[in-house]
């Protein structure tokens, strides 16, 4: 791990410490940061892996106008259920996580690439480099695929991920969550994020949620449990719909399809 | 005014590497394709140390300056060109697409989105093709010397465009902003 100039050589900083970075953060706050400060010390990592100049604005042109096209030849409908990638089911809370992928303008991104990741319920990745001692599930890799439908749907089937320690500081957890990687019908609406539950105990201690200092925008993260999606006997549902920045006024049409 | 707010990023995280990419993800083209071109470099940190888990993504046009958009871009069949392609870093923090060349009248580019551990947020870029130059281009022309400069890929010994990216520092690489981005 490399080390901050916050702390001295080597010794990790403790909970307390990236606390009162992050309350020193969060006052500094003013309206209109939507995004993840990506300036953002308590996250040490994130240190030498900024721009410190402004970013340069640009209109788009060309490729940047159009998103990349993904069909049924890219990916197989059984890729949305990370319940059945093996012989076996995976240990773990299964549930439906579903929403619905927006622009700005509330429009929905059809027929789009949707891809997830995420650790199994006893927070390991199947990633090699994850060295938690908590037991890999053979049934269970934790990646899913999927292609928004007509209007904007996608719909996952997964087991609950469980946090899991990293270190970033002496007692560091991350807060249970699903990476999220998204497209919209711009490729500059490029975006990957993560979608965290409702009501974790994590959140308050964790430098990559609260690098969103705007706590209306951290909201937006959440997913919403939704008793509608449970299935008796089955499955827990949970909502969270994506709203990706800009796309421009005129959106491309793609031939439509009916979904399968 | 947009209506709705938007979904902030987070970062990639360490944990992508089993999950994003997939076979040949980064071969926009065959190498043995007319024209095929390595689009190369290194990502490197603010202490000058390359970056062994970024995700960089390239969208762009084909050698006529047609965006396409066909689907095939995770099943590349070999032979449709989708124009976007994908390639995480390797330890020494290097990537390397096979592509060609995108066309058009003006300057053309390689859209680039820069991911990372530790980045907190996407980073876009474009890679200009060596020929570009502040006369073919209004933004380019808009640019210091100095910093156009590095938003134009080199011409390396074997003919491939190399193009470092540095997320921090002196060589810091020109990331842009498009309108509408909250
Ligand atoms: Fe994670």
């Given at each position: 791990m490399s080390t901050s100039p916050a702390s001295p050589a080597n010794a990790p900083a403790s909970q307390r410490t990236i606390s009162a970075e992050i309350e020193q953060l969060r006052a500094a706050w003013t309206d209109g940061d939507a995004q993840p400060l990506i300036d953002y010390p308590p996250y040490r990592s994130s240190v030498l892996r900024h721009p410190t100049k402004a970013l340069h604005p640009a209109d788009p042109e060309g490729a940047e106008l159009v998103a990349p096209v993904f069909g049924h030849s890219d990916v197989d409908p059984l890729e949305a259920d990370l319940t059945i990638q093996d012989r076996g089911e995976p240990i773990g809370e299964r549930m439906l996580v579903t929403g619905r992928v927006l622009d700005g303008e509330g429009r929905p991104v059809r027929h789009q690439l949707v891809e997830i990741w995420q650790?199994?319920?006893?927070?390991?990745?199947?990633?090699?480099?994850?060295?938690?001692?908590?037991?890999?599930?053979?049934?269970?890799?934790?990646?899913?695929?999927?292609?928004?439908?007509?209007?904007?749907?996608?719909?996952?089937?997964?087991?609950?991920?469980?946090?899991?320690?990293?270190?970033?500081?002496?007692?560091?957890?991350?807060?249970?969550?699903?990476?999220?990687?998204?497209?919209?019908?711009?490729?500059?609406?490029?975006?990957?994020?993560?979608?965290?539950?409702?009501?974790?105990?994590?959140?308050?201690?964790?430098?990559?949620?609260?690098?969103?200092?705007?706590?209306?925008?951290?909201?937006?993260?959440?997913?919403?449990?939704?008793?509608?999606?449970?299935?008796?006997?089955?499955?827990?549902?949970?909502?969270?719909?994506?709203?990706?920045?800009?796309?421009?006024?005129?959106?491309?049409?793609?031939?439509?399809?009916?979904?399968? | 005014m947009p209506e709705l707010d938007p979904t902030p990023g987070q970062t990639i995280g360490p944990f992508f590497a089993y999950a994003l990419p997939y076979d040949r993800d980064y071969e926009l083209v065959r190498p043995t394709t007319t024209g095929a071109v390595r689009l190369h470099g290194t990502v490197y940190d603010g202490a000058g140390s390359p970056v062994p888990d970024a995700l960089l993504e390239i969208r762009q046009a084909d050698g006529a300056g047609a965006v396409p958009t066909v689907e095939g871009s995770i099943r590349r069949d070999g032979t449709a060109f989708t124009g976007w392609g994908r390639c995480q870093t390797d330890s020494a923090g290097r990537y390397s697409f096979t592509t060609i060349a995108p066309g058009g009248d003006s300057a053309p580019f390689v859209a680039v989105v820069v991911f990372a551990r530790g980045l907190l947020h996407r980073l876009f870029t474009r890679a200009y093709l060596p020929e570009a130059s502040a006369s073919s281009s209004p933004f380019l022309a808009s640019l210091e010397p100095r910093i156009r400069e590095r938003l134009i890929a080199v011409r390396d010994d074997d003919g491939g465009l190399l193009f470092d990216i540095h997320l921090q520092g002196e060589l810091e690489t020109p990331f842009l902003t498009f309108p509408g981005e909250a």
């Open positions: 650790a199994n319920a006893a927070g390991r990745y199947v990633h090699q480099r994850d060295q938690h001692h908590a037991p890999l599930d053979p049934h269970f890799t934790g990646t899913g695929r999927c292609l928004t439908d007509a209007d904007g749907v996608y719909r996952f089937v997964t087991i609950k991920p469980g946090p899991y320690p990293w270190r970033n500081h002496h007692n560091a957890w991350r807060p249970a969550h699903i990476h999220f990687s998204l497209f919209g019908t711009d490729f500059t609406q490029r975006l990957i994020t993560q979608m965290y539950f409702p009501g974790d105990p994590l959140f308050d201690l964790d430098p990559i949620y609260q690098s969103i200092t705007d706590p209306a925008a951290r909201d937006r993260l959440l997913a919403t449990y939704d008793h509608d999606l449970s299935e008796h006997e089955w499955q827990l549902g949970y909502r969270w719909d994506i709203v990706l920045t800009g796309g421009h006024s005129t959106p491309m049409e793609h031939p439509e399809e009916h979904d399968a | -």
